[in-house]
């Protein structure tokens, strides 16, 4: 399987608890996306990586987020000090950067904040 | 914050029907693309039209777009049920350096067997 893949699909944790997610990248794709999605609404924009350069933050991602991708491969986003906002899906996307622009998501990571 | 805005926000035809969905957006672009999501799943690429394109097919997709209304539409024809999902545009922006793509809220398609 060479899709874009995305660890945990489900976390549960409490309020003030710190979580992680993994991506992994299609491996040859040297552009990295991180989103955010809410029920019923459109993916919005977190971060991306080009490489191992983090090139944008959004400014939804608060200092209470930290998104890293150390070696230009798999990537991780973590969130420190959960609250109930912080509920949604987290989906990451990779591409190749000289080509349609076309991002290949994986499944996503949700995250239940209670 | 969401640049495109899909039309309408939810849509339920039968199948076989024709399915319409239409993206306004307010920056310049060079391309606009169009994505698909099934329920809790991940996004899926459909269709990619460039800012000097104005039509293009693949399949039973067929996408226009005209830059002087900003706006591009996604015809679905002879939908099945298995087209049941959301639907989503997504824009590029031509300022330099913006290399991200912007999506709108997206259109919930449900085709009625």
């Known amino acids: 399987d060479t899709g874009v893949s995305q660890d945990p699909r489900h976390k549960i944790t409490k309020r003030g608890q710190n979580v992680t997610f993994r991506c992994d990248p299609i491996?040859?794709?040297?552009?990295l996306y991180w989103y955010r999605q809410t029920l019923g609404q459109g993916p919005e924009f977190l971060t991306y990586f080009q490489n191992e350069a983090q090139l944008e933050k959004s400014r939804l991602l608060s200092d209470r987020f930290s998104a890293e991708r150390p070696k230009g491969s798999f990537s991780t986003l973590e969130i420190q000090r959960t609250e109930q906002g912080d509920s949604a899906m987290y989906l990451c996307?990779?591409?190749?950067?000289?080509?349609?622009?076309?991002?290949?998501f994986g499944e996503g990571s949700r995250l239940t904040v209670l | 914050s969401q640049q495109g805005e899909e039309d309408p926000q939810a849509l339920s035809i039968q199948e076989g029907e024709n399915a319409t969905m239409n993206c306004s957006y307010k920056t310049s672009i060079n391309n606009l693309q169009w994505y698909r999501q099934n329920s809790g799943r991940g996004l899926v690429h459909l269709i990619l039209i460039r800012s000097n394109e104005r039509e293009k097919h693949s399949g039973r997709l067929r996408v226009t777009l005209d830059t002087s209304k900003k706006s591009s539409s996604l015809l679905i024809t002879a939908s099945r049920a298995a087209d049941t999902a959301s639907y989503f545009c997504a824009t590029d922006g031509l300022i330099q350096g913006a290399q991200k793509l912007v999506f709108g809220q997206g259109t919930r398609l449900t085709i009625n067997p």
């Open positions: 996307a990779s591409s190749l950067a000289q080509v349609t622009g076309e991002l290949f």
């Open positions: 491996s040859e794709h040297n552009r």
